[in-house]
């Protein structure tokens, strides 16, 4: 069973900075798709980034040029650095990760719990 445990949430002052972390377990594709994307309350979940095992990432135009992706393949663990933060920001921010077998073309997705990010002076 694979599990994702996330970390890092907290209070931030605009302007300032966070760091999330997320750290997978269990039987995992080593070809994969991490990623984090966010809910505010009221809205719908949407996405923030990803990045692929090869390290190609992609930024919702939201953060882009403030937030960056990154991963340890090795720990199976992708972060999130969250530079700059505005008071748009605060949301239950979840990690995923996702891949398809390559054989049989099944799909796996799996989510985080959630942490909290609070933006407020």
């Known amino acids: 069973q694979v599990q994702l445990v996330e970390s890092g949430g907290g209070l931030v002052q605009p302007g300032g900075s966070l760091r999330l972390s997320c750290a997978a377990s269990g039987s995992i594709s080593s070809a994969n798709t991490m990623g984090w994307y966010r809910q505010a309350p009221g809205q719908q979940r949407e996405w923030v980034a990803t990045?692929?095992?090869?390290?190609?990432?992609n930024y919702a135009d939201s953060v882009k040029g403030r937030f960056t992706i990154s991963r340890d393949n090795a720990k199976n663990t992708v972060y999130l650095q969250m530079d700059s933060l505005k008071p748009e920001d605060p949301a239950v921010y979840y990690c995923?990760?996702?891949?398809?077998?390559?054989?049989?073309?099944?799909?796996?997705?799996?989510w985080g719990q959630g942490t909290q990010v609070t933006v407020s002076s």
């Open positions: 990045i692929t095992s090869g390290d190609t990432t």
């Open positions: 995923n990760l996702y891949w398809t077998n390559s054989y049989t073309f099944r799909k796996f997705a799996y």
